[in-house]
């Protein structure tokens, strides 16, 4: 029996034992009975949450739509009560983070003007790591160790080996961050979590409500891997569907703990809600005098990762100025990078740049074109004097002009790539255009195609997003700045 069949046989013994029952997460009314204006020119939202047709549970919302007081009907367990949710002590009430997998910012904050998540603050850009991956995000903002390699399955230069991501995904080795929360489905379903999404989905909200159910005070922190699948197969429209269930979760929450309560969401990366098709560049590389092989022996082999489907690539070659210079050949390739003694190549396919690092600060040193376009952005910093006369740029100044950029806080994310990000980094990463993927492609068979995915440098691969009821945040955020953040809203 094949590797392939052997896989395909595991997973549908796997979805044969999984125990698929009736609804059993709360649900909060998806609309208000009635809405009214009152005298001072407040919104307030009647809602019946028993189904007897008769309000019993009202919210105000401010001037700027966001929810502030809540009002219970009085019942024969406690008398009616009024909550303003600006004075709740955020340090006394229990603090619910939910974590969930691939949500691009603008699709958030598009659904924060069309009245979604008003019980939080409005939400705030938070830029993902290069590439933009799960492990390593979450690695950033919740802690951990570093990650062994972008993906599961990875190369060892030393051992001379490609090896597989199953185990090591399926086992957690990949994600040490894990260990650092309250709730997370077994790892036997994440084999699934691409195939029967909403299927996974369910059973993940089960636990989550589960586990919140148990949480009496302190911060408690879940995630949900079915959100990546939900994303990948279903594209915008899926990623909107479970984005207004989790509002409505975060409702029933409310509702339940009488307001006694603060939530965060957030996400790991962004996502581009466009597939097109999975490329290989074998054929390209062997026309050009390559070897695509699996060890290094030849100075003409290359190695890359195929696992997942990801809008980027990582090779492993003893001449990454080659293979990128081939690469860029592919209309589908944009940006090209890999390291070289003190400095880090970015090449696009008519312009080349050096980029280096020095005390915490970048330089973005153009031979050719302009492959990031940053020239305007360095210019205006320039005339700031926020570049030193060595050339190189004061890093948070760089990171709040390029936030909106197509290419977010690039030379940093970059560097960190090559730098410390992981143990074991590759030797040149390409980007390819939204739409084309490269990776698994059994993976490919088995999803039936990925309508959206991540990876990329491009903006909406790589902005996310975080939304608290705890209170405002900076309007943009690096990843390892949320949880410190939060904290201070916290304990303000």
């Known amino acids: ?80 009560r009024v909550v303003r949710l600006d004075e709740v002590d955020a340090g006394k009430v229990p603090h619910f983070i939910i974590a969930l997998d691939g949500v691009p910012y603008r699709l958030v904050q598009e659904l924060y003007g069309a009245g979604c998540f008003r019980l939080f603050y409005p939400p705030s850009r938070m830029v993902s790591t290069f590439p933009g ?11 951990g160790k570093q990650p062994i390699a972008y993906q599961a399955k990875h190369f060892d230069r030393k051992k001379n080996k490609l090896f597989s991501g199953d185990d090591i995904y399926l086992s957690g080795q990949a994600a040490d961050w894990s260990n650092r929360l309250d709730y997370r489905c077994s790892f036997k379903w ?38 990546a699948g939900l994303g990948t197969r279903g594209g915008r429209e899926a990623i909107i569907k479970y984005l ?24 790991d990366h962004g996502h581009n809600m466009s597939g097109r098709g999975r490329v290989s560049f074998k054929e390209l590389l062997k026309e050009n005098g390559y070897c695509l092989t699996d060890k290094l ?29 081939v690469l860029l050949q592919d209309p589908v390739t944009t940006i090209a990078c890999y390291p070289r003694k003190d400095a880090v190549v970015l090449r696009s396919i008519n312009g080349m740049a050096m980029l280096r690092h020095k005390n915490g600060r970048y330089s973005y040193d153009v031979k050719k074109g302009d492959p ?24 948070q100044a760089l990171f709040e002009a390029t936030v909106k950029h197509i290419y977010p806080d690039p030379l940093r994310r970059i560097w960190q790539a090559f730098n410390g990000l992981v143990q074991k980094p590759a030797d040149l990463i390409v980007c390819l255009k939204d739409g084309w993927v490269h990776g698994s492609k059994f993976f490919e068979v088995m999803i039936g195609g990925a309508t959206s995915t991540h990876g990329s440098l491009n903006q909406i691969n790589s902005v996310t997003f975080v939304l608290t009821t705890l209170g405002t945040l900076p309007e943009a955020m690096r990843l390892e700045e949320v949880m410190p953040a939060l904290k201070k809203l916290q304990t303000n």
Request: charged residues 30%; hydrophobic residues 40%.
């Open 133 to 143: 991956m799960t492990d390593l995000a979450f690695q950033r903002i919740f802690g």
């Open 190 to 227: 994440d084999a699934v979590a691409y195939i029967f999404p909403d299927l996974v989905f369910e059973h993940e909200l089960e636990g989550i409500v589960k586990a919140f159910s148990e949480v009496q005070e302190g911060t408690s922190i879940v995630y949900s891997v079915a959100t």
């Open 372 to 395: 990031l376009q940053l020239k305007n952005i360095i210019e205006h910093l320039r005339q700031q004097g926020k570049i030193d006369k060595d050339g190189f740029i004061d890093d």
């Open 297 to 325: 022996e030849e100075s003409t082999d290359v190695v890359t990762v195929e696992y997942g489907l990801v809008t980027y690539a990582a090779y492993f070659t003893a001449d990454p100025a080659g293979v990128a210079k």
């Open 244 to 267: 207004r269930t989790i509002d409505q979760l975060c409702e029933q929450i409310f509702y339940e703990r009488r307001g006694e309560v603060q939530i965060t969401l957030l996400a």
């Open 1 to 80: 029996m094949t590797k392939q069949r052997k896989k395909i046989t595991y997973l549908l013994l796997l979805f044969c034992f999984i125990p698929v029952g009736c609804r059993s997460v709360p649900q909060f009314p998806k609309r208000p009975l009635r809405v009214q204006i009152t005298s001072d020119g407040s919104k307030v939202l009647a809602f019946d949450t028993n189904k007897d047709r008769q309000a019993d549970y009202w919210q105000r919302e401010d001037a700027n739509g966001r929810k502030v007081e809540l009002r219970f009907a009085a019942d024969k367990e406690q008398p009616g």
